[in-house]
């Protein structure tokens, strides 16, 4: 989606007549269907009359084409503007400009990694302009079938109308990232190096024609980490960090260079479902190794490790993939300070304690730490799904305080899965009532969503999604018993009225149910497929969530009574009467964590239908 296209032309004549940020800003409305924020329509009111100078230049192509607010795929990142047209040769060139409003910045030794004033008051870390708009281009050629096989040439810059040339946004430590995307500052010489850059790689016009053929430019197919694992552990760029996943891997990489025995670090990387946790997680994995660190990938979750040991598999040894993949459990013997870093993924699931039968150590989140130097842990409060997970954030603060480590909290924000809705997650975050949002729906253009009346319809809508590459999975909440267990002729999960018959993913494929050929067939849990995505997921909502009274409501009594996950909370509601309000959020973070597997879509069953018809409206 382009908010806004016009020509040079056009883009001039509507500046001259309105104010084009009024412009831009019902464009956004009519496309996107919500006003845009304050800060973003002042933003518009300031660069874009910049742009509107600069563009001010008879030698340039009336016809070349404008676009504003490109929305990138698989992501809720947008490029600023983008002006279309053909090189001398008739190559078709796209050129990227990122505008910023900084009048003034600082250095820093973290690589692409810059301090300014970003719209608040106090001067923050975060992305050097040159190095967002390289990586915007990056991702547009990424993702964007006629960028990718058109043969359309992207040129990244940045202009920074406001900032004085003082030596540290062009500083030589950045001087890498400046050769791919240069930077633009204040002033008419700068304005005139802009230009000049425009003329060399846009000769002549084309009616923005490139721009219409990059909006509705087929969608590539994305990358899926499980299978990018091999390549990133062989040095290859998988994938490009964006914004906060950069900020957030660089300082992990300076806070494991920090650190020592007497000199501890621990990392808690907060992030909801689809903000790259684990993609982030692998890249510091290979770097820290790379650079000679003792460096081990934690996850209390099997299904992630065995999706990639599998991924893995004729690329390196069972041991080397074991000395790199470990689950949580196995730290309670280790010495202390015998890795250099610990990389803790899904740390929300950490238990106290260890072993089949929970007899075996003290406490996982203590053991992690005490056994690196440093720690990273990734984590996402609402995504404990059992009454044994402890880690939470405040877990991880205690036993960083208590091994005197120092703290570091950091945040991923930004969305790449569910089509890069931040709005979806949000709404199910107030649908699921897991914190009152104002998002009571979202751009259904965005991200595929819909409601399915009967489980048979949904699997076998899912079916064909997964006809294409595998990649699509059925799962549900733990409401039917694991029959099949004990009997593999068995059915599982029995809904009678819609005359549907599946069974738990639990039997030959195990954790590898989310790669395995024909596991479509089966369906999935929250056990085995936290951690993963897929491109389309089918969630069947159980009986243990119903609508009454204008809201959700939850029932434990409904679900499975093989499910360990609340297992034992009447007896512990005895004692302690919060244990009720723990399981209700246990229930809800679930949905939630099942219903954010998806690229590309999800699609619902609902058991309870007041719930159905509350979901569908």
């Not at 000199?263 to 994995?285: D, E, F, H, M, Y």
């Not at 909440?477 to 009997?487: A, E, N, R, V």
Request: hydrophobic fraction near 35%.
């Amino acid at each position: 989606m382009i908010v806004y296209q016009s020509t040079r032309a056009g883009f001039l004549r509507d500046s001259e007549e309105n104010a084009i940020e009024e412009i831009v800003a019902q464009a956004f409305l009519q496309k996107t269907k919500r006003y845009a924020p304050t800060p973003e329509f002042r933003a518009w009111r300031h660069s874009l009359m910049q742009m509107v100078d600069v563009l001010a230049d008879d030698d340039l192509p009336d016809d070349m084409g404008v676009g504003i607010e490109f929305g990138i795929p698989y992501s809720n990142k947008r490029i600023d503007f983008i002006l279309s047209g053909h090189a001398a040769d008739s190559e078709p060139r796209a050129i990227i400009v990122e505008l910023k409003q900084w009048s003034e910045s600082r250095v820093t030794d973290k690589d692409g990694i810059i301090i300014a004033q970003r719209g608040g008051p106090a001067e923050s870390e975060g992305i050097h302009p040159s190095y967002q708009a390289w990586s915007y281009a990056a991702l547009l050629e990424g993702f964007n079938a006629a960028v990718h096989e058109g043969g359309i040439q992207l040129k990244p810059c940045a202009y920074l109308h406001n900032h004085v040339r003082n030596g540290a946004i062009d500083d030589p430590r950045y001087a890498a990232h400046l050769d791919k995307a240069p930077v633009f500052l204040r002033g008419p010489s700068e304005k005139q190096k802009l230009r000049a850059f425009i003329k060399q790689h846009v000769k002549r016009g084309d009616n923005a024609e490139l721009l219409y053929r990059i909006e509705n430019g087929r969608v590539r197919p994305s990358k899926m980490l499980a299978d990018s694992v091999a390549g990133m552990l062989k040095g290859n760029k998988e994938f490009v960090l964006i914004d906060d996943q950069k900020l957030v891997y660089e300082n992990c990489l300076a806070r494991a260079a920090q650190a020592s025995d007497t000199r501890k670090q621990v990392v808690i990387v907060k992030g909801g479902p689809g903000t790259g946790k684990s993609v982030v997680a692998v890249n510091l994995l290979v770097e820290l190794t790379k650079r000679g660190l003792t460096t081990k990938y934690v996850s209390k979750n099997a299904a992630p490790r065995a999706v990639y040991a599998q991924k893995l598999a004729g690329h390196l040894r069972k041991y080397e993939i074991a000395s790199l993949f470990s689950g949580s459990g196995g730290f309670h013997t280790t010495e202390p300070n015998i890795f250099d870093v610990l990389v803790v993924d899904e740390a929300h699931r950490l238990n106290e304690k260890s072993g089949l039968y929970g007899n075996l150590g003290d406490n996982q989140v203590m053991e992690l730490i005490r056994s690196a130097r440093c720690t990273v842990f990734f984590v996402d409060d609402d995504q404990i799904v059992t009454l044994s997970d402890i880690g939470h954030t405040e877990e991880l603060r205690r036993w960083a305080a208590y091994f005197d480590a120092e703290v570091s909290l950091l945040e991923l924000s930004s969305q790449f899965r569910c089509a890069g809705s931040d709005g979806y997650i949000a709404w199910l975050d107030n649908l699921l009532g897991i914190r009152q949002t104002a998002n009571t729906d979202f751009d259904r253009g965005a991200f595929e969503f819909g409601v399915v009346d009967s489980p048979r319809d949904l699997h076998q809508l899912i079916r064909d999604k997964n006809r294409d590459n595998n990649k699509s999975r059925m799962v549900a909440g733990y409401c039917w018993d694991w029959k099949s267990k004990k009997d593999p002729n068995a059915w599982d999960i029995e809904i009678p009225e819609h005359d549907y018959r599946a069974q738990w993913n639990l039997g030959s494929d195990g954790s590898l149910w989310a790669i395995a050929d024909n596991s479509v067939e089966q369906v999935g849990c929250i056990h085995t497929s936290q951690g993963l995505e897929m491109d389309y997921v089918g969630v069947i909502i159980g009986p243990d969530m119903a609508w009454r009274d204008g809201r959700i409501v939850t029932d434990p009594s409904k679900r499975s009574k093989q499910d360990r996950s609340i297992w034992g909370y009447k007896s512990q509601a005895k004692s302690n009467p919060e244990i009720q309000d723990r399981v209700d959020r246990i229930i809800r973070n679930t949905y939630k964590t099942l219903m954010s597997r998806g690229m590309k879509g999800c699609y619902v069953y609902v058991s309870d239908q007041a719930l159905r018809t509350a979901i569908s409206e």
